[in-house]
């Protein structure tokens, strides 16, 4: 595959309260760059997914990095023959992930984060470095676990971040004398998640640092079993950060396996088994 594009996911939670005014220039700016993707300007922060030649990322992450506020961005990368976007959106939100948990600020506090290659070695040993068994939490919804996540995870097939709140609290007991990590596509959700289940009582709790891009970008795919679903037109990407042949369907946008695509159900771009449930 010629690798032609580069591909970065990046978010930072940080006070952000110009985000009307500074839209426009982070449109025009994309523009002028033919960056593919969608930007999050939201109060807590900022979040993007970009796709655009290695030139024109290195020029669009420096002016970003520009402002004081994000000059630490750290950045997750990715390759790809195509943009993985057709299209440049910058939209103002009020959260970058939807939580709907007011109180919980990451830029006033992270819960601590566990780097890949640190959780590698506890999922190699079987435990903590000291000596606690390590228990993985899947903060994704449903559909995106279902693509890949880490072998014996605990899953509680939310279908929206908004449910994780009530569910984890519901489930305290199971975790006792445990070190858990949760994680996420890329640290957003399991960043929130690991503050609130600070809040509610857990005594040992950690976020997976750049969530699983990350951990594939760094270690590989030990421990993890399947592909990383992500928001883009590659649907899913493996260990080595390759777009695989699973897809997304047009019109019930459920998660299509290559097995599924070869059901008479399956119509690209119309349909697939998955409309007909």
Known sequence: ????????????FVTFDDTAAIRPEYQDICDRLGLKGT???????????????????DSYLAWVRSDPRFADLEVKYSLSAEQSHKRMLVKLKSEIITMRMPLI???????????????KRW???????????????????????????????????????????????????????????TFCTGGIRCEKAAIHMQNVGY????????????????????????????FDYRTALNPKLEPTETVQCFACRAVVTPREQLSPLYVEGKSCPHCAT
């Not at 595959?1 to 930072?12: G, R, T």
């Not at 930007?39 to 290695?54: D, K």
Request: charged share 30%.
């Open 1 to 12: 595959m010629q690798e032609a594009y580069v591909n970065i996911a990046a978010y930072k």
């Open 39 to 57: 930007i999050l300007l939201t109060p807590e922060g900022i979040n993007m997914f970009l796709s655009g030649t290695r030139d024109n990322i």
């Open 105 to 119: 600020k990451p830029e006033l506090g992270r819960a601590p984060a566990v780097d890949p290659k640190t959780l």
């Open 123 to 181: 999922l190699d040993q079987g435990h903590d470095d000291n000596g606690k068994p390590v228990v993985m939490v899947d903060t994704r919804n449903d559909f995106e676990v279902d693509v890949g996540t880490f072998d014996n995870t605990v899953d509680y097939r939310i279908r929206k971040f908004t449910e994780f709140p009530e569910m984890i609290a519901q489930h305290k007991a199971d975790f006792d004398g445990k070190t858990v990590v």
């Open 203 to 230: 005594d040992n709790v950690y976020q997976l640092e750049g969530g699983i891009l990350k951990y594939f970008e760094e270690v590989g795919g030990e421990h993890y079993t399947g592909d990383c679903f992500v």
